[in-house]
């Protein structure tokens, strides 16, 4: 149960999905959640394809009262009293050996079925760093949300994760927030998600001044940052440049000449590896929202040593002074100076194989997957020592 290409908007959970179905850990197979639905292993209450299962006056009119239900929750959630998000009404109809939910709050119900649950970040630090809501608004959604989903009997992505039998976070940092909130050391893991695809050897040489960021988001991730630290970098490297892939910067042509920007915008991941990420020197990321980035591990992997923020995880990423630097967030001068400091050829040199030495140590799916089917078997055996 992931977010999926072409149904679920586009994010990096949907990438990490997709790298999972195209390379699963070892002896696993996966049935996705929209091929479950269609072949009636799982069905979905709430929704209005639940009504064509047919079954009796009473079993109808509870379908429809549901339905009614969902339609008023998710049209409050628009309002903003409550997070975005919705909640999924599962039941299970065939035994899966495990389900595995990914950033999902779901009510399960039918064959008791072994449940492994995983996430990259707090769904509160989305809508307080990313989004910019307020601290008290954010604070007002999550009571909401956490009340919703004890009166559904919901499995909050967030709270109330005592019915996992297993809860895998990406981080290490994620990992200490959920043992705050209550969820057991023997039932939480520590397993990162994976680009996988890297080519292994460079397929580009770096060009001499060249940075990198790539973001969707270009305020969310820091772009603003970046472009305010090119004058400084640039006063001390005048051949920097800085190139950008993703979303829209905001900023006009004249604008992001002048600071020296180059906008590719959105690239094909091929694009991404092949092209843009070698052919850079540096990665600069002083992102103001992350979890754990999938294109920061590709720049690592593609020997691009990083400058990324110090907000939750990302230091733990970056080993600051190995294979990339660790600045405070919203300060281009720290930037500036960690970006100089790693165009300077000795350092580039020993950063670069640090870099891809990190990827290859942590994030690499030779590590990754084997550690994911630890976790999925010790999920299982969890489930069958409470069911015994």
Same mark, same amino acid.
């Given at each position: 149960?992931?977010?999926?290409?072409? !149904?679920?908007?586009?994010?990096?959970?949907?990438?990490?999905?997709?790298?999972?179905?195209?390379?699963?850990?070892?002896?696993?197979?996966?049935?996705?959640?929209?091929?479950?639905?269609?072949?009636?292993?799982?069905?979905?209450?709430?929704? @209005?394809?639940?009504? &064509?299962?047919?079954?009796? +006056?009473?079993?109808?009119?509870?379908?429809?009262?549901?339905?009614?239900?969902?339609?008023?929750?998710?049209?409050?959630?628009? +309002?903003?009293?409550?997070?975005?998000?919705?909640?999924? /009404?599962?039941? %299970?109809?065939?035994?899966?050996?495990? %389900?595995?939910?990914?950033?999902?709050?779901?009510?399960?119900?039918? !064959?008791?079925?072994?449940?492994?649950?995983?996430?990259?970040?707090?769904?509160?630090?989305?809508?307080?760093?990313?989004?910019?809501?307020?601290?008290?608004?954010?604070?007002?959604?999550?009571?909401?949300?956490?009340? /919703?989903?004890?009166?559904?009997?919901?499995?909050?992505?967030?709270?109330?994760?005592?019915?996992?039998?297993?809860?895998?976070?990406?981080?290490? #940092?994620?990992?200490?927030?959920?043992?705050?909130?209550?969820?057991?050391?023997?039932?939480?893991?520590?397993?990162?998600?994976?680009?996988?695809?890297?080519?292994?050897?460079?397929?580009?040489?770096?060009?001499?001044?060249? !940075?990198?960021?790539?973001?969707?988001? =270009?305020?969310? *991730?820091?772009?603003?940052?970046?472009?305010?630290?090119?004058?400084?970098?640039?006063?001390?490297?005048?051949?920097?440049?800085?190139?950008?892939?993703?979303?829209?910067?905001?900023?006009?042509?004249?604008?992001?000449?002048?600071?020296?920007?180059?906008? @590719?915008?959105?690239?094909?991941?091929?694009?991404?590896?092949?092209?843009?990420?070698?052919?850079?020197?540096?990665?600069?990321?002083?992102?103001?929202?992350?979890?754990?980035?999938?294109?920061?591990?590709?720049?690592?992997?593609?020997?691009?040593?990083?400058?990324?923020?110090?907000? =939750? #995880?990302?230091?733990?990423?970056?080993?600051?002074?190995?294979?990339?630097?660790?600045?405070?967030?919203?300060?281009?001068?720290?930037? #500036?100076? #960690?970006?100089?400091?790693?165009?300077?050829?000795?350092?580039?040199? @020993?950063?670069?194989?640090?870099?891809?030495?990190?990827?290859?140590?942590?994030?690499?799916?030779? *590590?990754?997957?084997?550690?994911? $089917?630890?976790?999925?078997?010790?999920? !299982?055996?969890?489930? &069958?020592?409470? $069911?015994?």
């Amino acid at each position: 149960m992931s977010p999926l290409p072409g !149904i679920d908007p586009w994010t990096g959970d949907v990438v990490y999905t997709e790298a999972l179905l195209r390379q699963p850990p070892p002896g696993v197979t996966y049935v996705r959640y929209d091929d479950a639905l269609r072949s009636g292993e799982l069905h979905e209450h709430g929704r @209005r394809r639940a009504l &064509e299962d047919g079954g009796s +006056t009473r079993d109808r009119t509870l379908a429809w009262a549901q339905v009614v239900r969902e339609h008023a929750v998710n049209d409050v959630r628009r +309002t903003g009293v409550l997070f975005r998000e919705p909640f999924r /009404l599962l039941e %299970v109809r065939d035994a899966f050996d495990l %389900v595995h939910c990914h950033t999902y709050s779901v009510r399960w119900t039918g !064959i008791p079925t072994p449940v492994l649950v995983s996430n990259a970040a707090p769904l509160t630090y989305l809508y307080r760093w990313a989004r910019g809501w307020g601290r008290a608004r954010v604070c007002s959604a999550d009571s909401a949300d956490r009340l /919703l989903a004890r009166m559904l009997g919901v499995w909050h992505i967030e709270h109330g994760l005592a019915q996992a039998d297993r809860v895998v976070a990406f981080t290490d #940092a994620l990992g200490r927030w959920y043992l705050e909130r209550g969820v057991a050391p023997e039932h939480l893991g520590v397993v990162p998600c994976f680009p996988g695809g890297m080519p292994s050897a460079p397929v580009a040489t770096p060009v001499p001044g060249r !940075i990198g960021f790539a973001a969707v988001d =270009f305020r969310a *991730k820091g772009g603003d940052t970046v472009v305010q630290a090119m004058r400084a970098i640039r006063s001390r490297r005048p051949d920097a440049h800085l190139w950008v892939a993703g979303g829209p910067t905001g900023l006009s042509d004249g604008e992001l000449e002048a600071a020296g920007v180059e906008w @590719r915008g959105y690239l094909s991941r091929q694009e991404m590896l092949e092209d843009f990420l070698p052919s850079c020197e540096v990665f600069a990321y002083p992102s103001r929202f992350d979890g754990l980035p999938l294109t920061l591990l590709e720049a690592l992997g593609s020997g691009v040593p990083a400058v990324v923020s110090d907000f =939750f #995880a990302l230091p733990e990423v970056v080993a600051d002074g190995e294979s990339g630097r660790v600045v405070p967030r919203d300060d281009p001068d720290a930037l #500036a100076d #960690a970006v100089v400091g790693l165009l300077d050829p000795t350092v580039h040199e @020993r950063a670069s194989a640090a870099a891809r030495a990190r990827y290859d140590a942590r994030y690499a799916p030779a *590590k990754v997957l084997p550690a994911l $089917r630890e976790n999925y078997d010790l999920a !299982i055996r969890t489930s &069958e020592a409470r $069911r015994a």
